[in-house]
Structure formats: structure tokens, C-alpha cells
């Protein structure tokens, strides 16, 4: 990816941006130009997600794909944010233990990667038990 389109992406790489129908009160990530529910075109706009929700289902993931092998095991969830979407997204900073469906949790933003040792770095978000 080129330095130009990394920054203007930055806004949508550090916070949970999506949008919010105005005609029938749904929200939606990512961001959609539609809404997908009602087909109301121009009445979607911009909002920022709160990051709170609850896992509706995971999995814990043993064997990793390439990259990933020394992060496992470590779990894998659906969760349901508080304005309505569903993200996939895995879960950090406790037991596999610890998560059950219905377990709370919010988003943080972490490290996922580097272009290179002189170059961007990647973040993305994680949800973490509230």
C-alpha cells in the first residue's frame, strides 16, 4: 500500500467507523454507501462505534495459519456491538477459559503487523473482556 492512502486511511484504521441509517435507525460495518436493510441511499452517514459488545459465538483456534503459530491457542469471536453490527475479531488479554457466549467485552487497537523493520506499522482492533 502507498504512504498517500495509508494516512487518509487512518481515521478507519484507529477508531471503529461505520454508518448509521437515518431512515430506519441501523448501523452497519464496515461503513456501507447503502443501507443494506431499508435501500435508503442518501440518508447513510458516518458514526463512531462505541467498541462495547457481547460475543454471540467463538472458537479457539490450536492450529494457526502461517504467521500465526506462536499466537495460539487463542480465540477467534462474533461479537455483537451495541449499536447492532456484528464483527468478527479475535480476543485478547485473558484465558481461552474465560470466554463463553454472552461474555462482554470492548475494543482495543493493537499490533498486527509491520511492512517493514523502517516501515508502517499495522494496527486493527481486538476486543478484550470488559
Not at 487518509?8 to 435507525?25: A, F, H, K, N, V
Not at 461503513?31 to 447513510?44: L, T
Request: hydrophobic letters at 35%; charged letters at 25%.
Amino acid at each position: 500500500m502507498g504512504v498517500p492512502r495509508f494516512w487518509r486511511e487512518i481515521p478507519y484504521r484507529y477508531q471503529l467507523i461505520g454508518t448509521r441509517c437515518s431512515t430506519c435507525d441501523s448501523s452497519f460495518f464496515p461503513p456501507r454507501a447503502i443501507c443494506p436493510k431499508c435501500r435508503g441511499a442518501g440518508n447513510v452517514e458516518e458514526t463512531k462505534l462505541s467498541g462495547k459488545g457481547e460475543v454471540v459465538t467463538y472458537t479457539v483456534v490450536r492450529v494457526a495459519p502461517e504467521g500465526f503459530e506462536r499466537e495460539t491457542p487463542y480465540i477467534v469471536a462474533i461479537v455483537r456491538l451495541e449499536e447492532g453490527p456484528r464483527i468478527t475479531s479475535q480476543i485478547v488479554d485473558c484465558d481461552i477459559d474465560e470466554i463463553e457466549i454472552g461474555t462482554k467485552v470492548r475494543a482495543v487497537f493493537r499490533k498486527v503487523g509491520e511492512e517493514s523493520p523502517s516501515g508502517a506499522i499495522y494496527y486493527s482492533y481486538k476486543f478484550v473482556p470488559a
